[in-house]
């Protein structure tokens, strides 16, 4: 791609881009020089940073998959970031073929390859937005014709929220796409956290205050302050691999570095 298509999509090459750098993380191949460089600089600091970002797929899949199992058929990922085998729309709509999933994201190369991955499915489609303002999703003319907000919708915020300071309202934030949903709709929701974690993790968290993509890390407690509104299912708030895992898990849960949660609005 020249410079030229560059800026004419609005992709900085001077900063890394977390949907990317997450991308080099979990092995994709939809990444540049300067996102390679800053991820091995946190693997440098956080070694089980890939770990993490593996984790955190495996758990939305599974995630994913439970919506689909209690009968959602509408799924809006926010934050969704590069398309990568096992996607939400491959996953539910191996469920039911006629399931709608609409992605989310604002990174330039995150929209045109999830748009060419998506080419010729008529149920998923790509929207790109600022999730933080949900005015801009929810009445996105592609979100309209895709999902119906009086049927139950999956809302999924994979490793979305931490990238949120508190001075940003994240719960308010929540709370507004909560509003629009109807009852029996559920959120999917993961974080970074400080629970369990070692000097490793503040040292990667520099880095990333460093890069202008700053981190909040969140407790349980700080997680459930900000789903107001929802029932959070069992488990409850666990470590990603403990989210209802499928076999046994092969290494200690707190490795994985983050939280997960599925809630249900019950009205």
Do not use: C
């Not at 001077?14 to 996102?35: F, S, T, W």
């Not at 998923?124 to 979100?143: F, I």
């Not at 507004?176 to 956290?193: E, K, W």
Request: charged share 25%; no cysteine; hydrophobic share 40%.
């Amino acid at each position: 791609m020249s410079e030229d298509e560059h800026a004419k999509r609005g992709i900085d090459l001077e900063r890394p881009n977390a949907a990317r750098v997450y991308d080099y993380m979990i092995g994709g191949k939809l990444n540049y020089a300067v996102d390679r460089v800053f991820a091995d600089r946190i693997l440098s600091v956080l070694p089980n940073a890939r770990h993490m970002a593996l984790t955190n797929r495996a758990w939305l899949r599974r995630a994913v998959r439970f919506g689909a199992e209690q009968g959602v058929r509408q799924f809006l990922d926010i934050g969704s970031g590069m398309p990568t085998v096992g996607h939400v729309h491959e996953v539910v709509q191996a469920i039911d073929p006629a399931s709608r999933v609409v992605y989310v994201d604002n990174e330039p190369i995150a929209v045109a390859h999830s748009e060419i991955v998506l080419e010729g499915n008529e149920n998923a489609a790509m929207v790109q937005a600022d999730a933080e303002y949900p005015g801009e999703v929810l009445e996105h003319p592609v979100t309209e014709a895709l999902l119906d907000f009086t049927e139950p919708v999956m809302v999924i915020m994979a490793a979305f929220v931490h990238f949120i300071p508190d001075s940003r309202d994240p719960a308010g934030l929540i709370g507004a796409y909560r509003d629009v949903l109807a009852p029996g709709s559920y959120l999917a929701l993961s974080s970074g956290t400080w629970e369990g974690q070692g000097e490793e993790s503040q040292r990667s968290v520099a880095l990333y205050e460093k890069s202008g993509t700053p981190l909040t890390l969140r407790s349980p407690d700080e997680l459930r302050a900000l789903v107001k509104g929802f029932e959070i299912l069992p488990p409850g708030i666990v470590f990603t691999p403990e989210w209802r895992p499928d076999g046994p898990l092969e290494d200690p849960p707190e490795q994985s570095g983050g939280l997960a949660l599925v809630a249900r609005k019950e009205r």
